[in-house]
């Protein structure tokens, strides 16, 4: 059974260009989380995925943005990129049911992306 | 809103030695849910336990075992006889339902744990 699989390991990109993250949710999962960490700190929450939709938004401004595919696998996409969006970004999947997601989320192994 | 406070940054512990790791969470919510995570240096969080707000048992798995007390909202982890393995940086989350009923966890800043053999 295959856990949340993310691709790329890792990513160097310039400021100003675009990046995009992809993701592969659990097994039997139908919602996609992503977080971003900073060194030191802990994931903090960018949005949520389900039935291919933004549930769910964090604090975060619009240069990122995402989507979700009908198999459920999603992306994240961040536009402008700026030194501090260096990261380790982690994608997380659960299993919401109409509407509600209370279940535990597994997290893949993150994309650690550097901007220079 | 929603917050948890791990208070200790670093502990360092030679082998054998149990090892208490504190989390103290605030939340004006009474239906909420309480996870540890285990991040290694590969850097995947690795999800350990779920409790729920209602459930006050104290669990053990193994070494691991937790303690949660909503009288002083706290759910703290030990690790009994560390091991080299139990190397790692720990996190503690707190969900509460948040609009449209999905829950989003929270995190702490994490404890890292050094076991020295």
């Known amino acids: 059974d295959a856990g949340v699989t993310q691709s790329p390991t890792h990513l160097i990109k310039t400021r100003g260009q675009q990046v995009t993250l992809r993701c592969s949710p659990k097994s039997g999962h139908d919602t996609v989380s992503w977080y971003q960490q900073a060194l030191g700190q802990g994931p903090q929450f960018i949005f949520q995925y389900y039935e291919e939709e933004e549930r769910q938004r964090g604090n975060f401004p619009d240069r990122f943005s995402g989507h979700q595919f009908p198999n459920y696998s999603s992306e994240l996409n961040v536009n402008a990129l700026l030194l501090g969006d260096s990261a380790l970004y982690l994608c997380a999947s659960s299993q919401g049911t109409s509407g509600e997601s209370t279940d535990t989320q597994y997290f893949g192994p993150g994309t650690r992306l550097t901007v220079l | 809103a929603q917050k948890v406070t791990q208070a200790q940054t670093e502990i360092s512990v030679v082998e054998k030695e149990d090892v208490t790791l504190d989390c103290v969470y605030e939340?004006?919510?009474?239906?909420?849910?309480l996870f540890w995570y285990k991040q290694p240096p590969s850097g995947e969080l690795v999800f350990l336990i779920r409790r729920n707000s209602f459930d006050e048992q104290n669990e053990i798995s193994g070494r691991y075992s937790w303690n949660f007390q909503k009288s002083t909202s706290s759910f703290n982890f030990t690790i009994t006889a560390s091991q080299v393995v139990d190397s790692a940086v720990y996190f503690c989350?707190?969900?509460?339902?948040?609009?449209?009923?999905?829950?989003?966890?929270?995190f702490g800043r994490g404890t890292s744990l050094i076991v020295h053999p």
């Open positions: 989350a707190l969900s509460e339902a948040e609009a449209g009923g999905s829950y989003i966890p929270t």
């Open positions: 939340t004006r919510d009474t239906t909420y849910y």
